[in-house]
Nanobody
Framework: QVQVVESGGGLVQPGGSLRLSCAASGRFYDIPLMGWDRQAPGQRELVATITNGGDTNYASSVKGRFTISKDNAKNTVFLTMNNLKPEDTALYYC???????????????WGQGTQVTVSS
């Protein structure tokens, strides 16, 4: 049974920073892709992704402010968010594309979501 659990989030003032974490547990072969989405009222956005080779991709709205990284040994992905703006307020979800074996296709697992609120 694979589980994906997020931590971090909270309330921060504009210009502040936060770090989100997301860890996968259970039995599986590898995680070809990890990423973060966010959900604001009426809008869902892909925030960032990172491949198992370390290639990253960012939404234009967060480029230069957010950094996605990972710890392969701990099956964990991080989202470091700097210079936060009120428009970054959203429910953030991590997602992991996980393979159960070397010959299987991947399945996407989602974290439970963590709220980030940017407000003075």
């Amino acid at each position: 049974q694979v589980q994906v659990v997020e931590s971090g989030g909270g309330l921060v003032q504009p210009g502040g920073s936060l770090r989100l974490s997301c860890a996968a547990s259970g039995r599986f072969y590898d995680i070809p892709l990890m990423g973060w989405d966010r959900q604001a009222p009426g809008q869902r956005e892909l925030v960032a992704t990172i491949t198992n080779g370390g290639d990253t991709n960012y939404a234009s709205s967060v480029k230069g402010r957010f950094t996605i990284s990972k710890d392969n040994a701990k099956n964990t992905v991080f989202l470091t968010m700097n210079n936060l703006k009120p428009e970054d307020t959203a429910l953030y979800y991590c997602n992991m594309r996980i393979r159960s074996s070397w010959y299987s296709t991947s399945t996407t697992y989602w974290g439970q979501g963590t709220q980030v609120t940017v407000s003075s």
